[in-house]
């Protein structure tokens, strides 16, 4: 066996890992649980789940993190192109796959693999809800214009509703009513999360999710939402969207209702601050190109106490 010493080395969470070298199954998930202690971006319902879970959490959300960031900035790739991240993503989803048949693994991406089969094998995962969200990676990774609202509901089917299931998979849930709310709340989620970001998505790459179905319902242009300030034509589109997202929202609210204590109020706070997103929106006249709408501290400790006293 090669020296270990001699191979690349990364520090993350403050320890330091070998790269491309032999992992065991602890050692795969011990990488997972640094990296999802370590990134800027907290993987939903990670911090109250039960101890026995947080490592089965921490290998779903190492995969998706690495995902997420190979898409997005072309993370560990020798070259960031297009096509390349695509490869990339192709060899997730390959990996993914060997992975849930217990079949060899690729030596550089190991330590993702090995704890992510584990637990897909373990809580009995489908692994197309991990293709899914590799799926809807590549599609960020070219698609920039939305022509209708089921194009964007098919994004978030992908993007955001297999966040929700694995959570629920993984905590014993597999019924079918409790998906369908749990793809409400993610799907609200995820729109919500779109019309906050309208001047923050075209400004990082000309993105936007507004479908252009509703631009010309409402008589708008594209270059309008690089404007200063929304014209009215654009808040009316922006305020029949936020009241679509809404109605979404409204329709997963008995999930956790549904769902133990310590994940029902993970969940509750989830739904609210979603609740609390479209209200910032609304508050600044569905004006979402000046300025992004922001949830603070304060107002997530109000959020926190809603949750935990059962207010709206």
């Not at 009513?177 to 000309?206: P, Y």
């Not at 603070?296 to 109000?302: H, L, N, Q, R």
Request: glycine share 6%; net charge positive.
């Amino acid at each position: 066996m090669p020296d270990p010493y001699r191979w690349p080395s990364a520090a993350i969470g403050g320890r330091t890992f070998f790269l491309f070298s032999p992992v065991t199954l602890d050692e795969s998930y011990d990488r997972s649980v640094a990296l999802a202690r370590s990134h800027y971006e907290n993987f939903p319902v990670a911090r109250l789940i039960p101890k026995h879970l947080r490592r089965h959490v921490a290998a779903v959300y190492a995969f998706a993190r690495t995902a997420d960031d190979i898409a997005d900035e072309g993370y560990g790739l020798a070259e960031n192109t297009v096509e390349s991240r695509l490869a990339a993503l192709r060899r997730m989803d390959e990996q993914v796959l060997a992975a849930h048949a217990g079949r060899p693994l690729n030596p550089d991406t190991e330590w993702i693999f090995l704890a992510l089969g584990d637990t897909l094998r373990r809580f009995d995962i489908p692994p197309q809800l991990c293709l899914d969200l590799t799926s809807a990676f590549a599609q960020d990774v070219t698609k920039r214009r939305y022509e209708t609202f089921a194009e964007v509901l098919d994004y978030c089917r992908r993007s955001a509703n297999p966040v929700g299931r694995l959570v629920l998979l993984l905590h014993g849930f597999k019924d079918d009513e409790r998906f369908r709310l749990s793809d409400a709340i993610c799907t609200g989620l995820q729109l919500a999360n779109f019309w906050q970001d309208v001047s923050v998505d075209r400004k990082k790459d000309g993105r936007t999710y507004l479908p252009l179905e509703d631009l010309k319902k409402f008589g708008c242009e594209l270059a309008d939402l690089d404007r200063a300030e929304a014209t009215p034509a654009v808040r009316e589109c922006i305020r029949f969207n936020v009241e679509r997202a809404q109605g979404i929202f409204d329709s997963g609210k008995a999930l956790p209702g549904m769902l133990p204590f310590p994940l029902s109020l993970e969940i509750r706070v989830t739904w609210l601050g979603g609740i609390a997103i479209l209200e910032k929106i609304r508050r600044q006249g569905y004006d979402s190109v000046r300025a992004r709408p922001k949830i603070g501290k304060a107002d997530k400790v109000k959020l926190l106490l809603a949750a935990i006293f059962g207010r709206s």
